[in-house]
């Protein structure tokens, strides 16, 4: 009676091991596939082609913004001298 218990646990344990065996197997073979399906220009390439209108616009704000902080101390400093020059009533 014990043969027929220790039989079949016998056969699931079987069976697991291969079920794993057979996993392990496919997790390989995936990343086999998947490591040498982009290789490493290419997946520069594709960052390089969706980061660039990004970056672009960032430095383009970036430079705006330091353009635009020029003018307003330049502008500043001129409204500064004319205000000193002018006399008051």
Known sequence: ????????AS???????VRVRCAILALAAV????G???D??????AFRSAASS?????????MDG???GLFAVFEQ???EETTATVPSS
């Open 66 to 68: 330091f353009v635009d």
């Open 36 to 38: 040498t399906a982009c």
């Open 40 to 45: 490493e220009e290419e997946a520069l390439r």
């Open 54 to 62: 990004s970056m672009q616009s960032g430095v383009s704000s970036i």
């Open 11 to 17: 056969g699931l344990s079987r069976s697991r091991s």
């Open 1 to 8: 009676m014990n043969q027929g218990r220790d039989n079949s």
């Open 31 to 34: 990343s086999l596939v998947l």
């Open 77 to 79: 400093g001129t409204e």
